[in-house]
């Protein structure tokens, strides 16, 4: 292979990628062109439209009207265009009777005033007259301003005129001119009148007929501006919707509703710097290739070998990778196990604690109350028979004492240890001892729970005092969740359905945060204030019922309650005989 054939070939290469780029990124940039003149033309078929309705809604005035019939005040007619013009931001509203001359205008008090000036001539005038509307752009033949007018017929009383919106679209000139958007407007004719580019404007994208030149000199749409010496954007005629000028390309399309041609244009010079820079990539490239072709053989030996190495360095690798996993997923169990254990550790401590305290006050308070309680028996005894008042008091207290003495059973009820004791029990009993336990709070709370009880014994093989815990547990839940909640409720349901027993306790409270539910279980978890709850409660009733073979599960709709459901399962013969 010679010297000359690799570039020989990179420049063949080179030259086939410069075509095929040409075409990529022309085809790119009319797509580009496309999207920009679509949102071109509605933006300003939205500026067009927003005053469309203007003169014929401000011609059902009658002081326009009185005026054109010459019956009322032309100054009433000027203020009021005047003050529809600004509140419509419509540049200047005009009213002009059938001779052409204009009676009314919003610059009625303007050096620029219209009011006097004949616009007979003008095609808006003599479409509004012949076909009720019409419509124009062309520079003001009074003020030197261009501006696109809207023109409308009016009849009052036997007179008729046209009443004129004349729209100034140069903002949005400036606004293409400050975006960099390179876009422009020309008429039907084919004459720039708003451009981005301040030199494409009152030229023709061709050269204008004589014909075209006399009507526009007739029509004065662009007076002052010399459209014969103008030179012509395009060298010829728009090939469909693309052109193609000196250093431009562009996409044009024609606006139905004002007969306007949108042009959206861009430079070319980046472009051809594109393709050319792609021409150059491709070459080198190919060189890059064809020396890479060339040094094969030299280096087949070479990088067969470093292919054995890498392939022997990736098994060690996938070897040690291995071994890693291994003795990552290893310390992650003994960290689990540890954090369980700690968690169990805490949990265990809390309970006891917990328990000393509460028989502790269990044993001060149970003595005295059975005193109390003994004291009052004698006093019944020793009471006169016709004293009835005193004695129904000594009863009433006699019964708030052993009210007493039954919360303190509960407690000491609570304190023993019951994890192993298993018995066939009733599941309605420890429910009831539950809603006894928890009345005080309830009364407070001033929201008694409602229990329906089944029909017939429900019978589990579970321990009577860890279920009566977990009843109570749950309303007091409930009871925190409706305190302060008007109209609130707390039902507590037993059923059974397919050999499970299912007791449910609802309330129509604050509910849970979807964000919170799934961590309500965990231990230390709390949705409380700092300081009013460790965070136990469910958990411990979730551990309780998992020894019992039972499950707890929770619903809830923030504002709306929360429901939760404990499923133990049926005792069977060989279990209520097992217990």
């Not at 420049?11 to 920009?36: E, K, S």
């Not at 404007?201 to 501006?225: C, I, K, M």
């Not at 041609?261 to 990539?281: E, H, P, W």
Request: aromatic fraction near 4%; hydrophobic fraction near 45%; include cysteine.
């Amino acid at each position: 292979m010679t010297l000359v054939r690799p570039f020989f070939i990179a420049g063949l290469v080179g030259g086939l990628v410069w075509l095929l780029m040409q075409n990529l990124v022309l085809g790119a940039a009319r797509t580009q062109l496309d999207q920009r003149l679509l949102l071109t033309e509605r933006a300003v078929e939205a500026e067009v439209e927003r005053l469309r309705s203007l003169p014929s809604v401000a011609a059902e005035d009658a002081r326009v009207r009185r005026a054109l019939a010459g019956t009322g005040a032309l100054q009433e007619a000027n203020i009021y265009l005047e003050t529809v013009a600004a509140h419509a931001q419509a540049g200047d509203l005009f009213l002009i009777d059938a001779q052409g001359d204009t009676i009314a205008a919003s610059n009625w008090n303007r050096p620029s005033s219209f009011v006097g000036q004949n616009y007979g001539f003008r095609p808006y005038f003599k479409e509004a007259m012949t076909l009720g509307k019409g419509q124009f752009y062309g520079i003001g033949v009074t003020t030197g301003v261009p501006g696109y007018f809207l023109a409308t017929r009016i009849e009052a009383e036997g007179a008729r005129g046209v009443l004129v919106v004349k729209m100034d679209l140069r903002p949005l000139q400036t606004v293409w001119r400050t975006a960099d958007a390179d876009v422009a407007l020309a008429d039907p004719h084919g004459v720039v009148f708003l451009s981005a580019r301040p030199d494409w404007e009152y030229r023709p994208l061709t050269g204008l007929s004589p014909d075209v030149l006399e009507q526009l000199a007739t029509t004065r749409a662009f007076a002052g501006e010399d459209l014969a010496a103008a030179v012509p954007l395009l060298p010829g005629p728009p090939d469909g919707g693309d052109a193609t000028g000196d250093g431009w390309i562009g996409r044009i399309a024609t606006m139905p509703s004002t007969g306007w041609q949108v042009i959206a244009a861009r430079n070319t010079s980046g472009l051809q710097l594109m393709a050319f820079g792609a021409a150059v990539l491709a070459m080198l490239a190919t060189l890059a290739l064809i020396g890479m072709v060339k040094a094969r053989d030299q280096r087949r030996q070479i990088v067969a070998l470093r292919l054995s190495q890498a392939e022997a360095l990736e098994s060690m690798v996938r070897a040690r990778t291995a071994d890693l996993a291994r003795e990552v997923e290893a310390r992650t169990q003994v960290e689990i196990d540890l954090r369980a254990t700690q968690d169990a550790l805490v949990h265990t401590e809390k309970m006891a604690a917990l328990g000393r305290m509460s028989t502790a006050i269990v044993h001060e308070i149970s003595q005295p109350l059975a005193a109390m309680e003994a004291t009052l028996s004698a006093a019944e005894l020793g009471l006169d028979a016709s004293d009835a008042a005193t004695a129904s008091r000594l009863a009433k207290a006699r019964g708030l004492i052993r009210r007493m003495q039954r919360t303190t059973k509960h407690l000491k009820s609570f304190a023993r240890k019951d994890v192993a004791e298993r018995s066939l029990i009733d599941l309605g009993a420890p429910v009831v001892s539950a809603l006894e336990l928890v009345a005080p709070r309830a009364r407070a709370v001033g929201v008694i729970p409602v229990f329906h009880p089944p029909e017939d014994k429900i019978e589990v093989v579970a321990g009577v005092v860890r279920i009566e815990q977990v009843v109570a547990n749950l309303l007091l839940n409930a009871l925190d969740a409706v305190a302060g909640v008007p109209d609130a409720q707390i039902t507590v349901t037993l059923t059974t359905e397919n050999g499970i027993a299912r007791l449910c306790v609802t309330d129509t409270g604050k509910g849970i945060s979807e964000a919170d539910l799934p961590n309500v279980t965990e231990p230390f978890f709390s949705t409380k204030v700092s300081g009013e709850s460790l965070g136990l409660g469910l958990a411990i009733c979730k551990a309780i019922l998992s020894d019992f073979q039972g499950s707890l599960s929770i619903e809830s709709t923030p504002g709306q309650g929360t429901q939760v459901t404990v499923l133990v399962p049926l005792a069977t013969p060989n279990g209520a005989e097992a217990a």
